[in-house]
């Protein structure tokens, strides 16, 4: 039986991600996502989503992605596990596969070939459906 672990995601990019280089001069970016949504009385929620890319997509991100973003992410979900100050901490990351910038509102620069537009608004999603 095939497993899935597939995430996708469009949100706005939270702060100018963080470059680092392994030994073998292999890219990896972290930086955070926020996506929002109206909660049944009305009030917008907005989760932060901690994403990281990782190669070229990370030399990619390295590049061109900046705080205020708008993008559409594909990834997988990775669970970790760490010891700090006696502690065991849990954190959720999202690894980047995939990645388009999206809508008017980009800060930073950004390569025309990657631009896509979506073909219905977020709004237009009725938010009454319960899954």
Partial sequence: ?????????????GQDPQIKYTADNVAIANFSIATSKKNKKGDSVTQWHSCTAFGKTGELVESYVKKGNKLYMEGEIQYQEYEKDGDTKKATKIVVNDMSFLGDN????QPKHRQEKLSMPLDAFDDSIPF
């Fill in 106 to 109: 980009n800060t930073g620069s």
């Fill in 1 to 13: 039986m095939k497993c899935i672990n597939k995430v996708t995601l469009i949100g706005i990019v």
